[in-house]
């Protein structure tokens, strides 16, 4: 049987760590890798990791191009968070036939959030043969499919709960900005009036797929953002939060069941946590028939949680009948040791 | 659309929990249960179940008329843990073009201790367009699906310990007389030479499981069982445990591979655990890239995590391709709040 061959769209942080992970896993092949990064013209990818894995892929700045020549069995695309940004870079890859998995946090459940969109991905996926889900290690993963998944063991769910709290240090300048990570109270406010502060994105798609994967509807959603002020200085290697400002924020939301609180997201992001005594880790909370208590601490991590999750779930998407998918879906990902060409369901 | 016909083949504790759960479900009817207990004769649903639960459904004696004259779309059979006894019920109502989850242990995974009769099984099933799969808290979700899961978010495995530390005071009498609860130490010793005592049954299909999900064969699998001795007197409403005799039985498990220890297993069971100090609880210990440490505790429930996940899986084995399925091949299952013909997947 050929290797399966996988390109890769958007050679940032989580690209580069996508291509570690898969020159490390047999039956695979990266064909392709698409960045328009002017730092990284006529370079390979083995120019571009910090590591010593041989790949001489190039790195190409056309899209279409690259695509056509190479014939990806299914495109990595870790370009945007949001649907709009992604749209038609996952138009263009199912028009050429052609798997895709994408980080696009909004693309994890976009069927509620996004319903147009989705029925138009559905379709154009279905009319070309090939399927296309977004994930990474959350949404994706740990705050939505963990839960439902916990809630299988259940008879009956009351109330849910579901908490991560991480630490931002081991992340780049890019996400320390996103984050407000250094930022003066003042300047925290005013980038919230603008919109220039995202924090996480994702909470409405996991409540969404909790929902969902319960078969129940919400009847309102809610989200809060509050700074996390620190009351000592913090330092990490990209980024400095002075006693005062900011060291993070924390995110929160709701999702009501005919008016009554059902479920509760927090999900506070900072640097250098246990400066203050805050101690890491997932925790979901079912309460029901029988009560369900889990920890995970420390947390996941991030970064590496999103490579494999996405590189874990390319044979569930080779094997899926055509379309739109979700991680509900799917069977669970699992660490691929052995082949991943064993993994291809060849009954399909 | 009609309501989906369920009959249940086993009306002990699990069928009968099972029986309470789908009462307390929309979508979903139990259409016909068989049992041999003579006591059951002549008496309907409700007349067993302790709840005030309406079901007019008669306890039948005879699995043909019930299973000819109902015509459900899926039997849950709760009847055995050992393949061998559970066969020919199988294998009935595979010919018979009807679903199947089984609760018997060595079904959650039987495609290598069992390879012969899996391959019967999977030739049958697909022959008469239906799915069959073994499924229970454990083995089936929470020694096995659940870590290849959680290996899901990792780049790369090196180890994994699992640990299910749990309480048998709930149970009744037969898992007492099972698990040796009381005996004297002589008493062990004859009844493990004798092989009268079992203790868990399903390390072996837990660990192909977990091999089988990260694409790895294992080279050699070991099983223990030791007793749990208790020092002071311990007591349940059906069981006692004098200071000196066994309050349970520790089960272990080893999976090797390439000659080196890989997979740890451990689930000592016993009355009483608090008595002693014993916390009980779930643990998997996964060491890689990142290292993964989850705990629930205290552990889910037994009784109630299996009625549920064989509950919860009904609509994803009615939407599966026909075939022998696993918990690998399958979407997580989920709590079901809403109507349950809403999962079934209608596009199948």
Known sequence: ??????????????????????????????????????????????????????????????????????????????????VKGAYHKIEKILKKKINCITTAEEMAYPLESHPEMAKAFDDLAKENGV?????????????????????????????IKVERINSLSPFGPAVMEEQGVGDSLERY?????????????GFRQSVDMIFKGLGLKPSKFEQQMKPILTSIDRQTKYATAKKGTLAGVNMTAQGYLENQLFLEMSHPQQIEPEAEGVRTGDYIYLTG?????M??????????????????????????RPGLK???????????????????????
């Open 1 to 82: 049987m050929q290797l399966i061959k996988v390109a890769i769209w958007g050679f940032g942080a989580m690209g580069q760590g996508m291509a570690e992970m898969l020159l490390t896993k047999r039956g695979v092949d990266i064909v392709g890798v698409c960045d328009i990064n002017e730092n990284f013209v006529g370079k390979t990818v083995e120019d571009i990791l910090k590591s010593d894995y041989q790949c001489q892929t190039p790195i190409e700045q056309d899209i279409d191009s690259m695509l056509d020549n190479t014939k990806p069995d299914l495109v990595l695309l870790c370009t945007d968070s949001f």
């Open 326 to 348: 979700t991680m509900l879906d799917l069977p669970v990902p699992r660490a691929i040791l052995g082949d991943m060409r064993d993994m291809l369901d060849i009954t399909k």
């Open 295 to 320: 920890a995970i601490s420390p947390e996941i991590d991030g970064g590496l949680g999103t490579i494999a999750v996405c590189v874990n779930m390319i044979p569930h998407v080779l094997n899926a």
């Open 189 to 201: 406010h005013e980038r919230v009036k603008n919109n220039q502060l995202d924090g996480h994105v």
């Open 131 to 159: 399927t296309l889900l977004g994930t990474g290690i959350n949404p994706g993963f740990i705050m939505d499919l963990m839960v439902v998944a916990l809630s299988g063991a259940m008879v009956d769910v009351e109330k």
């Open 289 to 293: 028939k029988p009560n369900v208590q």
